[in-house]
């Protein structure tokens, strides 16, 4: 008997570590947060435009005008809307262009005079006329002068059509009344003869119906010219040739509204452009993803006073607000956290070897101006600092050579009688202090820097992980590296790509700091134990 509860026992699966997907970039938020943040790209676009518009009011003003209303009078035989869009037609022909062009002389073609015609059927029996010129007088002239060769133009026509239509009339009376001739010859010798007397009048009749179509014809040449004529003479001008008064004022208005429409709807297509099609990171979730560490502290600006401000604060002993000082007493605090202990004591200095590098993953003045007020907090507490700048701008000793140039150069509170070591060559590349003997250290040798690193508690520096060097050097001058990332200045391999050099050299990677975040980001700027374990999975 087959047991039915036997069966296999499936293989174990291997654990998803995928997590949620992360949400798509290209919403309704995303792209309000990046007009919110390039409001200063659309606002200048927008401003330039509108001063682009004023420009064009008051450097190219619109052209003169003159104008002119006529009364249209019709063939009573012709439907009103029919021979009005005729009488406009007729006045844009070249023709009527050609003739006014030559009369008045101007130099230009007649199709570029023909642009400067506009004609408005107020009605089916009123017409304007428009004529655009550079100034009032010519374009009353001009005005003034396409209304003569218009008319004249317009009553030639008529009569043309008329003209067809009386020759025609006047044909067929021809060839009837040569009937009515041999009807009359024919009738005259049937008389004679005294024969047929129903043929008689036959040919009386068909005469008399042949005079009565005579009649009728005669009376309708009568009737077209006469209709012609008074088409003609009835059309003439209500108001004469006058310049037309436009608004110089609401001209520059529009000017400047369609300036700034435009200058503004070009901004915001170029702001939401490149946030579409941008690859860097801004979120505290997107950072801790890429690097595989929490994001402990975000600040929204990294703004500060303006330096000379900044340093007579200093020096009447206040400091300056920064939204820095959150990051700064987070480097501090880890710090005290990560201290050597000795028989289970923290050790209250250290020594040099013991401290943390700031990678600039971004701007570098921003991590500059980080690590210079770590630098005055870790003094404040009493400890000796080594400050080393392995930027490849210097952007740290340039910094602080500029707080001693602006306190005098008698080094007070803004250079606080620090030095900042700045190694010889490549920086990504420079062994430090602390790579032990036999090894050289890549300093000037005319720097007492031995003395400095010997009396140092912390070593604090500014780095730049280059994606192509190695860090291995890192590890000869600090024993941990905190980056620092500037939203929007770097993508999520860049941060990758530094995270893992950092762990290939043997250093510690706490967490990251982020300037320049949202302040509307409610992302969780820790790792997903789904992202963490996949990530050890793959290191194993």
Same mark, same amino acid.
């Given at each position: 008997?087959?047991?039915?509860?036997?069966?296999?026992?499936?293989?174990?699966?291997?654990?998803?570590?995928?997590?949620?997907?992360?949400?798509?970039?290209?919403?309704?938020?995303?792209?309000?947060?990046?007009?919110?943040?390039?409001?200063?790209?659309?606002?200048?676009?927008?401003?330039?435009?509108?001063?682009?518009?004023?420009?064009?009011?008051?450097?190219?003003?619109?052209?003169?005008?003159?104008?002119?209303?006529?009364? %249209?009078?019709?063939?009573?035989?012709?439907?009103?809307?029919?021979?009005?869009?005729?009488?406009?037609?007729?006045?844009?022909?070249?023709?009527?262009?050609?003739?006014?062009?030559?009369?008045?002389?101007?130099?230009?073609?007649?199709?570029?005079?023909?642009?400067?015609?506009?004609?408005?059927?107020?009605?089916?029996?009123?017409?304007?006329?428009?004529?655009?010129?550079?100034?009032?007088?010519?374009?009353?002239?001009?005005?003034?002068?396409?209304?003569?060769?218009?008319?004249?133009?317009?009553?030639?026509?008529?009569?043309?059509?008329?003209?067809?239509?009386?020759?025609?009339?006047?044909?067929?009376?021809?060839?009837?009344?040569?009937?009515?001739?041999?009807?009359?010859?024919?009738?005259?010798?049937?008389?004679?003869?005294?024969?047929?007397?129903?043929?008689?009048?036959?040919?009386?009749?068909?005469?008399?119906?042949?005079?009565? &179509?005579?009649?009728? %014809?005669? &009376?309708?040449?009568?009737?077209?010219?006469?209709?012609?004529?008074?088409?003609?003479?009835?059309?003439?001008?209500?108001?004469?040739? +006058?310049?037309?008064?436009?608004?110089?004022?609401?001209?520059?208005?529009?000017?400047?509204?369609?300036?700034?429409?435009?200058?503004?709807?070009?901004?915001?297509?170029?702001?939401?452009?490149?946030?579409?099609?941008?690859?860097?990171?801004?979120?505290?979730?997107?950072?801790?993803?890429? %690097?595989?560490?929490?994001?402990?502290?975000?600040?929204?600006?990294?703004?500060?006073?303006? +330096?000379?401000?900044?340093?007579?604060?200093?020096?009447?002993?206040?400091?300056?607000?920064?939204?820095?000082?959150?990051?700064?007493?987070?480097?501090?605090?880890?710090?005290?956290?990560?201290?050597?202990?000795?028989?289970?004591?923290?050790?209250?200095?250290?020594?040099?070897?013991?401290?943390?590098?700031?990678?600039?993953?971004?701007?570098?003045?921003?991590?500059?101006?980080?690590?210079?007020?770590?630098?005055?907090?870790?003094?404040?507490?009493?400890?000796?600092?080594?400050?080393?700048?392995?930027?490849?701008?210097?952007?740290?000793?340039?910094?602080?050579?500029?707080?001693?140039?602006?306190?005098?150069?008698?080094?007070?509170?803004?250079?606080?009688?620090?030095?900042?070591?700045?190694?010889?060559?490549?920086?990504?590349?420079?062994?430090?202090?602390?790579?032990?003997?036999?090894?050289?250290?890549?300093?000037?040798?005319?720097?007492?820097?031995?003395?400095?690193?010997? +009396?140092?508690?912390?070593?604090?520096?500014?780095?730049?992980?280059?994606?192509?060097?190695?860090?291995?050097?890192?590890?000869?001058?600090?024993?941990?590296?905190?980056?620092?990332?500037?939203?929007?200045?770097?993508?999520?391999?860049?941060?990758?790509?530094?995270?893992?050099? *950092?762990?290939?050299?043997?250093? *510690?990677?706490?967490?990251?700091?982020?300037?320049?975040?949202?302040?509307?980001?409610?992302?969780?700027?820790?790792?997903?134990?789904?992202?963490?374990?996949?990530?050890?999975?793959?290191?194993?």
């Amino acid at each position: 008997m087959i047991d039915m509860a036997w069966r296999i026992q499936d293989e174990e699966q291997d654990v998803d570590f995928t997590g949620t997907p992360r949400p798509l970039m290209g919403t309704w938020h995303y792209l309000r947060n990046s007009l919110r943040r390039g409001w200063r790209t659309w606002a200048s676009l927008s401003f330039a435009g509108a001063l682009i518009g004023l420009g064009l009011a008051v450097f190219l003003p619109p052209p003169s005008q003159g104008s002119v209303t006529l009364l %249209m009078a019709h063939p009573a035989n012709l439907e009103a809307q029919s021979a009005m869009s005729t009488d406009v037609s007729l006045l844009t022909t070249r023709e009527v262009s050609a003739r006014t062009v030559a009369r008045l002389r101007l130099p230009m073609t007649p199709e570029a005079f023909r642009a400067t015609i506009t004609a408005d059927p107020v009605t089916t029996e009123v017409l304007t006329i428009t004529v655009s010129a550079p100034d009032t007088e010519s374009a009353v002239r001009r005005a003034a002068a396409l209304t003569s060769v218009y008319l004249d133009f317009r009553a030639t026509q008529l009569r043309s059509l008329s003209s067809g239509l009386v020759n025609g009339y006047e044909a067929r009376v021809a060839g009837m009344q040569k009937e009515v001739a041999q009807l009359n010859t024919q009738y005259a010798v049937a008389s004679q003869e005294g024969g047929n007397q129903t043929q008689a009048t036959e040919l009386l009749t068909r005469r008399s119906q042949l005079n009565s &179509q005579i009649y009728d %014809m005669q &009376q309708s040449i009568a009737d077209a010219a006469l209709t012609t004529d008074a088409a003609v003479s009835s059309t003439h001008v209500i108001d004469e040739a +006058q310049p037309v008064k436009g608004s110089l004022k609401r001209a520059a208005a529009l000017d400047v509204a369609s300036g700034l429409i435009g200058g503004t709807a070009l901004g915001v297509g170029f702001v939401l452009f490149r946030a579409l099609t941008s690859t860097t990171v801004r979120r505290r979730e997107d950072v801790a993803v890429a %690097m595989s560490v929490p994001v402990r502290y975000s600040v929204a600006s990294a703004s500060r006073l303006p +330096q000379r401000l900044r340093n007579r604060l200093r020096r009447r002993g206040r400091s300056g607000p920064s939204d820095l000082d959150v990051l700064v007493r987070g480097l501090e605090a880890h710090l005290e956290e990560s201290a050597p202990t000795a028989g289970g004591e923290r050790l209250s200095t250290p020594g040099p070897g013991h401290g943390v590098a700031v990678a600039a993953i971004g701007d570098p003045r921003i991590a500059a101006a980080v690590v210079d007020s770590l630098v005055d907090a870790v003094r404040a507490h009493g400890r000796v600092p080594f400050v080393a700048d392995l930027s490849a701008a210097g952007a740290l000793a340039r910094r602080r050579a500029a707080d001693r140039h602006a306190s005098g150069g008698r080094g007070g509170p803004a250079a606080n009688g620090v030095t900042v070591f700045r190694p010889t060559g490549v920086p990504a590349l420079a062994t430090g202090p602390a790579a032990g003997h036999g090894r050289a250290v890549d300093l000037p040798d005319d720097v007492s820097w031995r003395e400095a690193w010997e +009396q140092a508690d912390v070593v604090l520096a500014l780095v730049q992980v280059d994606p192509g060097i190695d860090a291995e050097n890192l590890r000869t001058w600090v024993d941990r590296v905190v980056p620092l990332v500037t939203a929007g200045e770097a993508s999520a391999e860049l941060l990758e790509t530094t995270a893992e050099l *950092v762990r290939a050299a043997g250093l *510690v990677l706490p967490f990251a700091m982020l300037v320049g975040a949202d302040r509307t980001d409610e992302s969780f700027g820790a790792v997903a134990l789904g992202e963490a374990a996949r990530r050890l999975v793959g290191q194993s």
